[in-house]
């Protein structure tokens, strides 16, 4: 609404009313990602050069791979929705493709996920491993990966587990079980965000 985003430029608490994916149109094109979680405001400053870097390491590696699986690969900003009360935009997020797209929605159903990827940076980190984590794990989103390039490290969560897998050398994304698996090696996706 109008005043959560004066309130927000202004520094000035958000008001306490849930924020709907209806107030999420209505934030500034800013350069920051305007997300929500159980109607709670999530604003996230544009990412930093090692984010990046991450980000498009990963995109190198795993969108070959998807297209030979016919899984569509996206990256931020690209809309998830679960609620008119909570709709994130993850960092890449893999699904079937979809022949019955509507563009005119600009988001995507949860349920459609096979793969979400969350990059960290040091305002998201919190909420990339505790709010976004419970929530894609807890709408049965296959895999959720944090990738963390300053420790070096990937944070697996699957649906039916309670615990991450942390991963240092080679990640595996196997997202059709008659398929080969892609192995990404970890030291080459973290010395490419290094250099």
Do not use: C
């Amino acid at each position: 609404s109008p005043a959560t985003r004066r309130a927000y430029r202004m520094g000035m608490p958000v008001p306490k009313r849930p924020i709907t994916v209806d107030d999420l149109e209505s934030m500034p094109d800013d350069g920051n990602r305007y997300e929500i979680i159980d109607g709670e405001l999530f604003v996230t400053p544009p990412p930093l050069l090692r984010h990046q870097r991450a980000q498009m390491s990963l995109i190198a590696r795993l969108l070959p791979y998807a297209r030979t699986m016919g899984i569509e690969l996206l990256a931020a900003p690209t809309g998830v929705r679960v609620s008119r009360y909570t709709q994130v935009e993850p960092d890449l997020l893999a699904l079937a493709k979809m022949t019955d797209i509507d563009d005119s929605t600009g988001w995507i159903s949860m349920s459609r996920l096979l793969l979400a990827v969350e990059v960290l940076s040091p305002g998201t980190r919190r909420v990339d491993r505790d709010r976004k984590r419970r929530l894609y794990v807890s709408e049965g989103v296959r895999e959720y990966w944090t990738v963390d390039s300053k420790k070096r490290v990937v944070e697996l969560w699957t649906a039916d587990s309670d615990a991450a897998r942390v991963v240092t050398d080679v990640v595996e994304w196997q997202p059709l079980s008659d398929r080969d698996a892609l192995r990404i090696d970890l030291v080459e996706v973290f010395n490419e965000v290094h250099f």
